[in-house]
Nanobody, 128 residues
Framework: VQLQASGGGLVQAGGSLRLSCVASERAFSARAMGWFRQAPGKEREFVAAISWSGGTTYYADSVKGRFTISRDNAKNTVYLQMNSLKPEDTAVYYC??????????????????????WGQGTLVTVSS
């Protein structure tokens, strides 16, 4: 199982980026997906999650109203649109596949323990 995240880069505060994460196996398009991030010297934290159908989403308070998670199951891809970026959004962003319990349900997860597979991460740097 492979998750390939991309789209990170350097952006000025107030700017936007869109991250993408492609799963190597179509079966994962039927599970919840999530994005997490880890800033230097800090623990990994939840950012956003989406159910298999895309009908349910869940966001950390710190990104609510600025970030949007979406997915295209035909392409085995989940996206994270990040707007109004702030320097405190600087981190390595990871995508992850939710555990089996989310299969074809509206369940979404907000904790790392509820995710089975992880991508390699993509670095987002927001300059002030």
């Amino acid at each position: 199982v492979q998750l390939q995240a991309s789209g990170g880069g350097l952006v000025q505060a107030g700017g936007s980026l869109r991250l993408s994460c492609v799963a190597s196996e179509r079966a994962f398009s039927a599970r919840a997906m999530g994005w997490f991030r880890q800033a230097p010297g800090k623990e990994r934290e939840f950012v956003a999650a989406i159910s298999w159908s895309g009908g349910t989403t869940y966001y950390a308070d710190s990104v609510k109203g600025r970030f949007t998670i979406s997915r295209d199951n035909a392409k085995n891809t989940v996206y994270l649109q990040m707007n109004s970026l702030k320097p405190e959004d600087t981190a390595v962003y990871y995508c992850a596949v939710g555990r089996w319990g989310s299969y074809r349900s509206e369940i979404v997860y907000g904790t790392a323990d509820d995710y089975d597979y992880w991508g390699q991460g993509t670095l987002v740097t927001v300059s002030s």
